[in-house]
Every structure is written in C-alpha cells, then in structure tokens.
C-alpha cells in the first residue's frame, strides 16, 4: 500500500498550517512535496531569479533618485528590509511604494503615518490611499515587477501578502475609493528568528 499519499485528516492539516517556517525545518518534512518535482524546483529558482534581478533594478532607480532625501523614514524602512531579511518581492513592493509616494500616485492618510513597529506595520507603512486620479498608473507599477502580465488575484495577493488590505473592496482601494491599510493577520511571516529581533 502506498502510505505516503494518504489523505491527512483536518486536524493533521491544521497543525501543518499553524507551523511557523522554522517548526517546519526542524521537522526535517519542509519542502518534502517537492523532491520529486524538478520542474517546480526550477520554476521556484527562475522567479527567485526574477525578483532579484528587478530588485536590483529597483535599487538603482532609487539611487539614481536620491530617495533618501526624498523622505526621512525611507532609508530606515529599507535598513528594516534588511535586519529582517525580507525577501526580494516584498523589497520590491516596499520600493514601488517609495517611489510611488514621490511620484504622487499615492498619498499617506492622516491617520496612516509611518511607523517604526514591524509588527505593525508593511516596514513602516500603516497604510496609503492611490490617488483617485492615478491608479491605473499605480496599478502599471506594480504590474511591471512581474516578469509576465498578472492577475488580478495576483495583484491583490502581492499586497495581502504585505499585509496590506483595503478597508473597503480590492477594485475601489485600486481607484484611490478608500484606503489599503495594514492588517497583521493578512501579512506574510518570516518566523521565529525575525520576528525575536
């Protein structure tokens, strides 16, 4: 009989869910669904290719810009990618969002200032709302960190991710119709080691 594909019951299931990154490392089975998928190893390999190269990129357009003089939380919003180890993508998405910023496709509410409080926070951003005028720009700026044209669901999962959701629906927050706010549970976690510093 073949024991290793049977179904796992819901409780098996929820524990697998509730471990954090480093739990499921110690237990010796991460990534184990992966051994016999080169494909799938080589598909995860070109996009971590993919999101450091464009971070890269970002990188120096925000050199290029002299983004830290451009506001005084910038420079530390990037020292806390660092001390974390965010990963590329999110780097890429805190970047855009700089930028964005600047550019004025997107502005702070009052009530969404930056924030020193990681846990808190997107690396310091509570919040922001997209300019009523400029979304579709917007939108183009986060569409361009992908190597190929993204969903929507993709879009909407790449700030989720972030943690940052809208207050109202996905479509109004894209027109600048309510705010993307931060929600801790929504957020990725990079485990028990970033999350102790």
Known sequence: EDHEHEEASPEEREAKRQRTPVEAAQTGKRGAHMKERPEQHQKARNAQQHW????????????????????????SQIQMCSRLHIKSQHECVLRQLQLALVEGLINLPAN?????DTQ??????????VAPTRGA????????MFAT???????????????????????????GVGAFVFDQAA??????????E
């Open 52 to 75: 450091a190269q464009k971070a890269g990129e970002l990188r120096g357009e925000w050199q290029q810009m002299r983004m830290w003089e451009k506001h005084d939380q910038f420079q």
């Open 112 to 116: 969404k200032e930056f924030t020193s």
């Open 120 to 129: 808190q926070s997107f690396l310091g951003w509570t919040g922001f709302e």
């Open 137 to 144: 720009e917007f939108r183009r700026r986060i569409e361009d």
């Open 149 to 175: 044209p993204p969903s929507q669901k993709t879009l909407n999962n790449t700030l989720r991710r972030a943690g940052l959701v809208p207050e109202r629906g996905w479509g109004e927050a894209w027109n």
């Open 187 to 196: 957020r990725v976690h990079y485990g028990a080691k970033q999350e102790a």
